[in-house]
């Protein structure tokens, strides 16, 4: 659980083997935006950086069945009205933050408004960010499992991030392919904040207020004193403390190497509260009825009782898709007995 793997925490509906290729698909995003910044090519690292983990995760939710399991109406809706906010909150708060510091490739970040402004723009921005999440939950949006509320929230949140980051970098493909006046580490720094550290915490912020607001709390004959973890006021506090501390930091003098390490470390701290956020959901909600018939294990393989969790590899059954436990239950493992071998008569 307290394993810091990204495409484990991101992609949770797939097993083990099929993350592979996700995984090289977000190494290959990060070796484009550091070549991007290398070459000072600021028009497609701005791209890369707004809309890079977005089109991956789409492709995610293709290959996890999620256009299957849920509504692709709904889904659609979402991402539009999350995008549509995150386009007016930009708009909004852009005087503001371009007073305040540089929001380009091409200048570093230099404060210079008061400190209570660098922390109420991004907390009202994760605020306005998880509006959505509230209405689909409201709307009743999937069933009640938890992984759907992940899809849902991981959604709205990329949607509105990356909206906000392409209307306040917008101005800047007037200006030019190439970045010529800004140091190298600099735009590498700016890359990884933009397009590693701010993209991944939105998703698993988004993912994580979702997990809680879709969880089915057990019957009280089955409560745990670790399921407050996965209700959704903590969930909303850590993203709300998360993004203040992104706050004092942007608002703060300290050079773009420390911005980008106190990014990444909140990175893995949000991306480590959805984990823990999810193992407690998908242990504690309300499983698929137990029929102990055998079922092939979408994880290990392994041909086992159907159970909330696989007997030989541990994983929840409800971490794989709806459309995939349907199918596999629709086709059960039918034992074969061994051809029974007549007597030798010599």
Same mark, same amino acid.
Do not use: N
């Given at each position: *659980?307290?394993?810091?793997?990204?495409?484990? &925490?991101?992609?949770?509906?797939?097993?083990?083997?099929?993350?592979?290729?996700?995984?090289?698909?977000?190494?290959? %995003?990060?070796?484009?935006? /550091?070549?991007?910044?290398?070459?000072?090519?600021?028009?497609?690292?701005?791209?890369?950086?707004? %809309? #890079?983990?977005?089109?991956?995760?789409?492709?995610?939710?293709?290959?996890?069945?999620?256009?299957?399991?849920?509504?692709?109406?709904?889904?659609?809706?979402?991402?539009?009205?999350?995008? #549509?906010? #995150?386009?007016?909150?930009?708009?909004?708060?852009?005087?503001?933050?371009?007073?305040?510091?540089?929001?380009?490739?091409?200048?570093?970040?230099?404060?210079?408004?008061?400190?209570?402004?660098?922390?109420?723009?991004?907390?009202?921005?994760?605020?306005?960010? %998880?509006?959505?999440? /509230?209405?689909?939950?409201?709307?009743?949006?999937?069933?009640? @499992?938890?992984?759907?509320?992940?899809?849902?929230?991981?959604?709205?949140?990329?949607?509105?991030?990356?909206?906000?980051?392409?209307?306040?970098?917008?101005?800047?493909?007037?200006?030019?392919?190439?970045?010529?006046?800004?140091? !190298?580490?600099?735009?590498?720094? @700016?890359?990884?904040?933009?397009?590693?550290?701010?993209?991944? &915490?939105?998703?698993?912020?988004?993912?994580?207020?979702?997990?809680?607001?879709?969880?089915?709390?057990?019957?009280?004959?089955?409560?745990?004193?670790?399921?407050?973890?996965?209700?959704?006021?903590?969930?909303?506090?850590?993203? $709300?403390?998360?993004?203040?501390?992104?706050?004092?930091?942007?608002?703060?003098?300290?050079?773009?190497?420390?911005? %980008?390490?106190?990014? +990444?470390?909140?990175?893995?701290?949000? +991306?480590?509260?959805?984990? $823990?956020? /999810?193992? *407690?959901?998908?242990?504690?909600?309300?499983?698929?009825?137990? &029929?102990?018939?055998?079922?092939?294990?979408?994880?290990?393989?392994?041909?086992?009782?159907?159970?909330?969790?696989?007997?030989?590899? #541990?994983?929840?059954?409800?971490?794989?898709?709806?459309?995939?436990?349907?199918?596999?239950?629709?086709?059960?493992?039918?034992?074969?007995?061994?051809? !029974?071998?007549?007597?030798?008569?010599?």
């Amino acid at each position: *659980m307290l394993r810091p793997s990204v495409a484990s &925490t991101l992609f949770p509906h797939l097993h083990r083997r099929a993350r592979g290729p996700f995984r090289l698909g977000l190494i290959i %995003l990060l070796i484009a935006l /550091v070549a991007f910044a290398v070459l000072r090519w600021q028009a497609p690292l701005v791209a890369v950086s707004a %809309l #890079g983990l977005p089109v991956l995760f789409s492709l995610y939710l293709y290959d996890s069945d999620a256009y299957a399991d849920l509504p692709r109406r709904a889904l659609l809706i979402i991402a539009v009205v999350s995008a #549509g906010l #995150g386009v007016g909150w930009a708009w909004l708060t852009g005087a503001i933050i371009a007073q305040s510091y540089a929001v380009t490739f091409q200048a570093g970040m230099e404060f210079k408004q008061p400190l209570a402004a660098g922390v109420a723009i991004p907390v009202s921005g994760a605020i306005v960010m %998880l509006v959505p999440i /509230v209405l689909a939950r409201a709307s009743h949006v999937g069933t009640r @499992e938890s992984l759907d509320g992940f899809v849902i929230g991981a959604i709205a949140a990329m949607s509105f991030t990356a909206a906000a980051t392409l209307t306040r970098l917008a101005p800047q493909f007037s200006t030019g392919l190439m970045a010529r006046d800004r140091p !190298i580490f600099g735009l590498i720094a @700016e890359a990884g904040i933009r397009g590693v550290a701010m993209s991944l &915490t939105a998703a698993a912020a988004g993912a994580m207020v979702g997990v809680a607001l879709w969880f089915t709390r057990p019957d009280r004959a089955t409560q745990h004193q670790g399921q407050w973890l996965a209700s959704p006021v903590p969930a909303i506090t850590v993203v $709300v403390i998360a993004y203040a501390v992104l706050g004092v930091t942007d608002a703060s003098p300290v050079p773009e190497t420390w911005q %980008l390490v106190i990014h +990444l470390a909140v990175t893995l701290l949000v +991306l480590l509260a959805s984990r $823990v956020v /999810v193992h *407690m959901a998908l242990l504690r909600e309300q499983p698929d009825p137990i &029929t102990q018939e055998p079922l092939l294990c979408e994880d290990c393989g392994h041909v086992v009782p159907d159970m909330a969790f696989c007997p030989a590899c #541990g994983v929840a059954t409800r971490a794989a898709s709806r459309t995939s436990r349907a199918a596999r239950r629709h086709a059960r493992p039918v034992r074969i007995e061994p051809p !029974i071998e007549p007597p030798d008569d010599s």
